[in-house]
């Protein structure tokens, strides 16, 4: 069976260029977030992932599914789908209502919030990782390993005694580990396989060079943009001659609105060393042809431009300038009474 998966995910992720720079864990997992304001107010939001993907949400307290794309379902039948439903609605609901109903016991402060997270991770060439995990007030509290609870040292005393209550029921401990080792790895690949229309779809990146704020005199900021490409993975790297420059800076890869995305490489160098300087970017919608952009090239091109804009700019102001003073010129003539 892991076999099959592994084959399968290999086929259905996006080809890259270089597999150290493609190739990324993809994993699907449900992540709760319950707010305890007082003894009788708790409100919860649920939302499915399929790696940074939004999938799924669940209304109300992770009530009914509402599915964010046409193959959010997978291949599951409806069968199959409302057992999934179920286990989701028993986990989900079951761990917080734990923690309301012992409160006092464990000597929670309201209002205070709780966070889980349950899912799998596939890998090409590794194993299927299935986890389960709780933080408490944003920090890590309890994590299901095999077919136990262990709590987090951060939790101290408090998860300790909350883990030895959740390991004694050793029914429920079993589907939860079956659900995250067995269900959730087959329905991850029934999501790949049904979206793969949308998953696989690749967009070319657009590229373009600016300068930042420099870091201090006769240095300067250089930056490299890359926006609209999809999927996610990508190199991008400032070369000097064939050689990547090792003070190349990235920022995050953000979202854009459309669903690709964005990122910029930064270098501060001296400005007396820009010569040979280039943005290299290497993605797999590309087919191979990287985009390469020569900071040479901009600033030239940047003068070249300054030099066209800078005369038509000053013409358009002598051109206004005199029109203006024929106006004045012509206006007295205007005001001579007629004979």
């Not at 892991?2 to 995910?9: A, E, K, M």
């Not at 060393?273 to 600033?299: F, M, P, Y």
Request: glycine share 8%.
């Amino acid at each position: 069976m892991l076999f099959l998966q592994l084959v399968l995910l290999a086929v259905l992720l996006p080809p890259g260029d270089n597999k150290d720079d493609f190739q990324e864990l993809v994993s699907f997992q449900i992540i709760q977030i319950s707010s305890f304001y007082n003894n009788s107010w708790v409100q919860s939001l649920c939302s499915g992932w399929l790696g940074e993907l939004q999938t799924h949400e669940w209304d109300g307290n992770c009530g009914n599914t509402i599915f964010l794309w046409p193959w959010s379902k997978g291949n599951f039948s409806n069968k199959e789908w409302m057992e999934v439903e179920r286990l989701i609605r028993m986990f989900f609901t079951g761990i917080p209502r734990a923690f309301h109903n012992h409160a006092s016991q464990w000597q929670l402060e309201y209002p205070f919030e709780l966070q889980i997270a349950g899912g799998c991770e596939l890998h090409f060439g590794g194993a299927s990782v299935g986890f389960l995990r709780i933080a408490y007030q944003g920090s890590d509290f309890l994590s299901l390993q095999d077919t136990s609870w262990l709590p987090s040292p951060k939790g101290g005393s408090r998860a300790q005694q909350v883990s030895k209550l959740f390991n004694l029921d050793t029914v429920f401990l079993r589907i939860k580990h079956r659900m995250v080792t067995d269900t959730c790895p087959r329905f991850l690949l029934s999501l790949l396989d049904a979206g793969k229309a949308d998953l696989q779809q690749q967009v070319q990146p657009e590229a373009w060079l600016s300068s930042g704020p420099s870091s201090g005199p006769g240095r300067l900021m250089l930056i490299c943009h890359v926006s609209g490409f999809h999927p996610k993975p990508i190199w991008v790297m400032w070369m000097k001659g064939e050689q990547g420059h090792p003070g190349t800076q990235q920022s995050d890869v953000l979202p854009n609105a459309d669903g690709t995305w964005y990122l910029r490489k930064s270098l501060d160098v001296e400005t007396s060393k820009t010569a040979g300087l280039s943005c290299r970017v290497r993605h797999s919608s590309l087919g191979g042809q990287d985009i390469i952009l020569s900071w040479e090239r901009h600033s030239s091109m940047g003068w070249i431009f300054l030099a066209v804009i800078v005369p038509l700019v000053l013409l358009a102001g002598l051109a206004f300038w005199l029109r203006k003073l024929w106006i004045h010129s012509e206006l007295p003539r205007t005001l001579l009474p007629l004979e």
